[in-house]
Antibody
Framework: QVQLVQSGAEVKMPGASVKISCKASGYTFSGYHMNWVRQAPGQGLEWLGWINPNSGATNYAQKFQGRVTMTRDTSINAAYMELSRLTSDDSAVYYC????????????WGQGTLVTVSS | DIQLTQSPSSLSASVGDRVTITCRASQSISPYLNWFQQKPGKAPKLLIYAASSLQVGVPSRFSGSGSGTDFTLTISSLQPEDFATYYCQQSYSTPRTFGQGTKVEIK
C-alpha cells in the first residue's frame, strides 16, 4: 500500500532553516510528482511547490522562490523540502502529497510535520 | 494566480441532510478542480478529482460537478463522519491554489 512517512516535529529559531523528509513506499517513487503543502494553525492549505523525482525538476510557488529547495534521493525513495530564513509566519504543519491522478489530484499525503519557529 | 472562492465558509447541517458547497475560480480551469476533506489533526483526503471523478474508496454520497469557473461538491445524505472542513483546489496551473475552506458542523 502507498505510504508517505514524514520526519518528526521541529523547533527552529527565526532566521534558521528546516529540512523535512518524506519517505515513500508502495509505489514507483520516480513515477509521480511530489508536492509540498503547508497549513498554519487554524488556517487553510497553502501549496509550496512540487518536485519531479525522476528528473529532479522543480516548480515552486513564487511566494517561496529563493527560500525553498526541494530535492529527492531516488536510492531511498525520499523527497525533501528545505525552507530557509524562517520567521514566525512559517510555523505550520508541512505535508508532502503525491500527485497521483492524471489531472493533478493529490491522492496520498504524509502525516504532516509540525514546524515551530520561535525564539 | 488563480483565486478560488468557496461558499459558504461554514454551514450547520443535520445527519441525513443534502449539503452543497460551491467553488468559483477566477478563470476557467476545467476540469482541473479537486475536492478534499480534512478532519482536525489529520491530513487532507482526496474526495473528487477532475471536477467529477470519485476517488477510489470514497463513498458514493459524495459527488462533484461543474465546469469552466463554477464547481460544486454535494453530499447527498450527510453522515456523522462527514463533519469536517472541505477544500477545493485547482491543478490547472501553478501555483496550485486552494479555496479558503468550508467547515461543515453539526446542527
Amino acid at each position: 500500500q502507498v505510504q508517505l512517512v514524514q520526519s518528526g516535529a521541529e523547533v527552529k529559531m527565526p532566521g534558521a532553516s528546516v529540512k523535512i523528509s518524506c519517505k515513500a513506499s508502495g509505489y514507483t517513487f520516480s513515477g509521480y510528482h511530489m508536492n509540498w503543502v503547508r497549513q498554519a494553525p487554524g488556517q487553510g492549505l497553502e501549496w509550496l511547490g512540487w518536485i519531479n523525482p525522476n528528473s529532479g525538476a522543480t516548480n515552486y510557488a513564487q511566494k517561496f522562490q529563493g527560500r525553498v529547495t526541494m530535492t529527492r534521493d531516488t536510492s531511498i525513495n525520499a523527497a525533501y523540502m528545505e525552507l530557509s530564513r524562517l520567521t514566525s509566519d512559517d510555523s505550520a504543519v508541512y505535508y508532502c502529497a503525491r500527485d497521483g491522478t492524471p489531472t493533478g489530484g493529490l491522492d496520498y499525503w504524509g502525516q504532516g510535520t509540525l514546524v515551530t519557529v520561535s525564539s | 494566480d488563480i483565486q478560488l472562492t468557496q461558499s459558504p465558509s461554514s454551514l450547520s447541517a443535520s445527519v441525513g441532510d443534502r449539503v452543497t458547497i460551491t467553488c468559483r475560480a477566477s478563470q476557467s480551469i476545467s476540469p482541473y478542480l479537486n475536492w478534499f476533506q480534512q478532519k482536525p489533526g489529520k491530513a487532507p483526503k482526496l474526495l473528487i478529482y477532475a471536477a467529477s471523478s470519485l476517488q477510489v474508496g470514497v463513498p458514493s454520497r459524495f459527488s462533484g460537478s461543474g465546469s469552466g469557473t463554477d464547481f460544486t461538491l454535494t453530499i447527498s445524505s450527510l453522515q456523522p463522519e462527514d463533519f469536517a472542513t472541505y477544500y477545493c483546489q485547482q491543478s490547472y496551473s501553478t501555483p496550485r491554489t486552494f479555496g479558503q475552506g468550508t467547515k461543515v458542523e453539526i446542527k
